[in-house]
């Protein structure tokens, strides 16, 4: 039980840019929770802490839709680096500077992902050195023609 737990975690973890998402949630927590301070300090802060949170709020949607709807993975990772980076301008130095590098790497993440074609075409249970060359290790026998390219979800057309 415990052990098919584990395995559908790890395949769903897998199927989507995770890392990215994570880090885009915890920046925008990070930023979020600052203006969020003790009364006392906010009610000194005035309306500048509305940016602060407003920002931190679409930082942990964008890392939620990453994992969500891994096909735009490529605009929420996009955007996170924006607002991250605006933060750093806007919500007292981004979080002083721990929420704008959390921003930026995972969006940077969630961009730089790509589904695992080969494994859902069924090529990942290949063993190492099973690329068609014989014993000996000719290279007439190693070089072949490349795989076909495999279909996959991807909207942009990408290939891995």
Not at 59 to 74: D, K
Not at 80 to 99: D, H, K, Q, R, W
Not at 125 to 139: C, I, L, Q, R, S
Not at 151 to 157: A, K, V, W
């Amino acid at each position: 039980m415990l052990l098919n737990l584990l395995r559908r975690w790890r395949h769903w973890r897998r199927s989507r840019p995770f890392w990215g998402g994570l880090f885009a949630v915890l920046a925008g927590a990070w930023i979020c929770v600052l203006p969020l301070a003790p009364l006392k300090i906010m009610l000194q802060q005035g309306v500048a802490g509305i940016p602060s949170v407003l920002m931190g709020i679409v930082m942990i949607v964008l890392g939620l839709a990453a994992w969500f709807s891994p096909p735009q993975r490529s605009l929420a990772g996009v955007l996170t680096t924006l607002i991250a980076t605006a933060a750093l301008v806007l919500s007292n130095l981004g979080g002083f500077l721990v929420g704008t590098l959390l921003g930026i790497l995972g969006g940077g993440l969630m961009f730089a992902w790509q589904p695992d074609a080969a494994r859902r075409a069924g090529r990942a249970g290949k063993p190492d050195g099973a690329d068609g060359a014989d014993e000996a290790g000719t290279a007439e026998s190693a070089v072949a023609a490349p795989p076909p390219p495999t279909p996959h979800h991807d909207p942009q057309g990408a290939q891995p």
